[in-house]
């Protein structure tokens, strides 16, 4: 089975908290959530966004929702005040890591 | 639940307190018409008119907002506040007027909320209403007072006391709850003026006043109900259908509905929007919003609960209405959450069109060339930044281009303590449209302005050290 966009399976948002950014991945499907869980992992998503330079990387889980919720500490070059980045406040990183290839099951993909 | 009687809104109960009852269940529509200072100014209008709402609440301070309302009223003592709300009162005042029960929660008082109030009454003159503001968040001028009384406000993320930047700090407030709103209504209030309170309080507030929610043990999961309400109309059209993922043409965002939270007495509620409006309210749009800024789904920390957003439901009924159930307390802390920003130097950020092949690592290079050219001039700056827009450096290093794009957008920014040699560095982008590759092009809008840094710095201070005061006007 080939590599998808994780927007395949999932939608989301991200935003600023200070210095820190979070990103919110939200599954269409129970089936699509389960594979979150157990695939994106906070190692995943550090490594993913390891260019920003987050100091670390937590997850949490919000299952009401079927979201996954990670934060990334230090990833915003200052915040939004102090950074030199356009995208000072993470807007962006969201629909960044909805386009991480990932190996999904083809029942997923053919929801 | 939509669905009214014409004339339902009219039949307040009494003064102060607008009632309204269907199928038996009292329910509060509550519309945020603005989600910060500089969202759509028509906005607040047009829900006002279309919304058949109890309470407008108009959002208005981002973190750093303050900072900026600080340094204004330091050189105008009569200023300080989101002067945009005064226009947009005034707009509403016909409707204010057609519509005797509908009240407006705003905290556009920012860091003079009497001045604010003050002004805001002027503009309702001969309507009879009445305006409240609420003040005490601010505790710049307790600052000194408050650290030797042993409150060192340390940054909460790293821990570092105050002291450390103190001789530059412009203000600090602390985030009030939704109590001293309540207070207002009790009183009377028709316009709640605030300075600095949390954000979803503005929506805790209406609600616990008409629901007779105390903060108390008792009424916390119904103060964390109204929290996750707060939260997810907070931000305005961001819950209905701004940022959603799936927005497409048929969204219609350019007609964009602001967003209802109609709460009844246990803290349920529907989120919707005004019928006919563009913009999408649904379970994605919700649960969206419901994790937006959110650190730990499970501790959503506010002053008035610590909500948890993992015991919320979310049910689509109809379009464009979603029922939100669930919102558990999972405590409540004894402090406020205080924002400080202090001077951190100077900033500026411009820009240049490169385009033709090879356009990004082009563009990359000028960014180069312009900040070797202020070395030769002497300067190095404390940080600076070059991005080539268009070939992945939103995201830097995470999202690259899979194609030569035909032109890129470069960005050079920087920062640095010398406004001297920020403003130098201003006038070093004209030269590139002779001097540097071709296909440099933009140069359009003249010099970028250098505008002064405030950094943020987060802290905690005991409930007991700060008095949240009502006073209306």
Known sequence: MPAVPLSTIAHGRSGDKGNHANVAVIAYTDTGFAWLRDHLTAAAVAEYFAPLGPSRVERFEAANVRGLNFVLYGALAGGASRSLRTDTQGKTLAVALLRMPVDVPDDLVSR | MRNRPPGALESAAGPGYHQRREAGVKTVRIGNGCGFWGDNLDAPVRLAQAGRLDYLTLEYLAELTMSILAVQKAKDPAAGFATDFLDVLARLKPILIDKPGLKVV????????????????????????????????????????????????????????????????????????????????????????????????????PAAYEFDWAFDDAHRDRLAAGTVAGHLIECGAQVTGGLWVNADDSTRLGEVGYPIAEVAADGSFTITKPDGTGGAVNEETVAEQLLYEVADPARYYTPDVVADFTTVRLRQ?????????????????????????????????????????????????????????????????????????????????????????????????????????????????????????????????????????????????????????????
Not at chain 2, 125 to 154: K, M, Q, W
Not at chain 2, 335 to 361: C, D, F, N, Q
Not at chain 2, 412 to 428: C, G, H, W
Not at chain 2, 439 to 459: C, D, I, K, L, N
Request: a neutral charge; proline letters at 6%.
């Open chain 2, 317 to 473: 009924t109809e379009r464009d209405v979603v029922a939100v159930t669930g919102g558990t307390s999972a405590g409540v802390t004894d402090s406020y959450k205080v924002s400080i920003a202090y001077r951190a130097g100077y900033t500026a950020a411009g820009t240049l069109v490169i385009a033709g092949p090879g356009a990004a690592e082009k563009a990359r290079r000028s960014g180069t060339i312009i900040l070797e050219k202020i070395r030769q001039a002497g300067i190095t700056f404390e940080a600076a930044n070059v991005e080539a827009l268009g070939a992945g450096d939103c995201v830097p290093g995470v999202v690259t281009a899979t194609a030569d794009p035909p032109e890129v957008v470069l960005r050079v920014a920087v920062r640095d303590p010398r406004k001297a040699a920020v403003e130098r560095f201003t006038k070093e982008f004209a030269p590139l449209v002779t001097s540097g590759f071709a296909g440099t092009t933009g140069y359009t809008t003249g010099r970028p302005p250098v505008r002064e840094v405030f950094a943020y710095w987060p802290a905690l201070i005991a409930k007991s050290a700060v008095t949240p005061v009502v006073e209306v006007v």
């Open chain 2, 106 to 205: 705003t905290n556009a008082g920012g860091m003079n909320p009497a001045g604010c109030a003050a002004k805001a009454a002027g503009v309702l003159a001969g309507t009879g209403r009445r305006v409240a503001a609420v003040s005490g968040d601010d505790l710049f001028p307790r600052l000194d007072e408050l650290l030797a009384a042993g409150h060192p406000l340390d940054h909460l993320d790293t821990g570092v006391p105050l002291a450390a930047i103190r001789d530059r700090v412009v203000s600090a407030n602390a985030y009030l709850g939704a109590e001293p709103i309540v207070r207002a209504l009790k009183l009377g209030a028709d316009v709640v003026v605030t300075g600095r309170v949390a954000d979803a309080s503005l929506t805790v507030g």
